[in-house]
């Protein structure tokens, strides 16, 4: 075993602060990685004041965790030491199972492993996430990076990134489509990235004019105010697609009628019963359909991180230090961010 530090909540209200912890050394399949960065999704605010139920403590929290290479198992083959690699929201799966073997390991008919606030499998240890100062992985739950990237800004495509890549490539978006992104926040803010780069014609779809600008910046061809109802009413019928980035429950009547027919609206942010209920109209009198996405599989994540590689997409990020991080979350809860904070994980060492 080895000795780490890093950050932990020790119960829902208690701040996040130093917490050393024990590692498992790598074994033949496993690679171990320095980290350098580590994004602050808003599920680690969530989790670590067990919003969602399920909480389990001490919790490290951290899923977008990149660094470097620093050991590896001797069956290990696309990775060395000093490479540059990526953690996401995994570590493990069955391996075994029809989801596994499609390479959809979020969706793990026995689970998937989490890379925190879960058990390592056939164990009664906790996974401690990236918030630390090394991680252990199998090889199979580790993405390869490009040096040629900006290593801090990757960090949030391992959750915000492939959240909103996968169902976007799943529900093939893309020239000649028109696509609406509703929310522009850490998942909605990648989303646009993703579907203009992608070919689409992008409409970003928010409760404010403010964020206008940022979203035409970003790369949306139109801002479509969800509160005016004449603006509306003037797109109803005439979307391929719409990627729902709202984490919170909402009312999506009016986005089921934006669709065409046949046309899919797909969540990717809200976990909470829907409320107010759905009309059937929508879905009835237009074969409209409402879906789901959860991350990516490990494949498709290592497709994401070559995609943004190749078009140069990464997230916009703000920077903290470790000791930052309950003011990060601070400022989380007021959206008063854009778009994702990255801590720089030297600052553990300071």
Not at 23 to 31: F, H, K, L, N, T
Not at 229 to 235: E, I, K, Q, R
């Amino acid at each position: 075993m080895t000795t780490v530090r890093g950050y932990a909540a020790h119960n829902p209200t208690s701040p996040l602060v130093p917490f050393t912890f024990e590692r498992r050394e790598p074994g033949d399949d496993d690679v171990e990685i320095q980290i350098l960065y580590s994004g602050i999704c808003h599920s680690d605010l969530h989790q670590s004041r067990d919003d969602w139920g399920g909480a389990l403590f001490p919790m490290v929290p951290g899923h977008e965790i990149v660094g470097r290479v620093t050991r590896v198992g001797s069956k290990v083959t696309k990775l060395k030491v000093g490479d540059f690699a990526g953690v996401g929201c995994m570590v493990d799966s069955c391996r075994e199972c029809a989801s596994c073997k499609e390479s959809l390991e979020q969706y793990c008919e026995q689970g998937a492993t989490w890379t925190y606030n879960s058990k390592e499998r056939g164990s009664d240890q906790l996974t401690f996430g990236g918030y630390s100062e090394t991680i252990v992985a199998a090889e199979r739950f580790v993405v390869s990076i490009p040096a040629s990237m900006d290593l801090k800004a990757v960090a949030p495509l391992l959750c915000a990134g492939i959240t909103t890549y996968s169902p976007l490539r799943h529900w093939k978006v893309g020239p000649g489509q028109k696509v609406g992104v509703i929310g522009l926040g850490g998942l909605g803010h990648m989303g646009v990235k993703f579907a203009k780069a992608l070919g689409a014609r992008v409409v970003m779809i928010t409760t404010s004019m403010s964020k206008a600008a940022d979203a035409q910046r970003l790369g949306a061809d139109e801002v479509l105010l969800s509160t005016d109802p004449v603006a509306m009413a003037s797109h109803a019928g005439s979307f391929d697609f719409l990627l729902n980035t709202v984490p919170v429950s909402h009312d999506l009547n009016p986005y089921m009628a934006l669709l065409k027919r046949e046309a899919s609206m797909v969540l990717v942010g809200v976990l909470t019963e829907l409320d107010p209920p759905l009309t059937g109209v929508a879905f009835i009198f237009g074969r409209k359909k409402l879906s789901g996405s959860a991350i990516g599989g490990m494949a498709e994540t290592q497709e994401m991180i070559d995609f943004c590689a190749e078009h140069n997409i990464v997230s916009d990020i703000e920077m903290v230090r470790i000791d930052q991080i309950n003011e990060a979350y601070d400022r989380l809860i007021k959206n008063d961010v854009k778009y994702r904070f990255v801590i720089d994980m030297a600052t553990l060492a300071a």
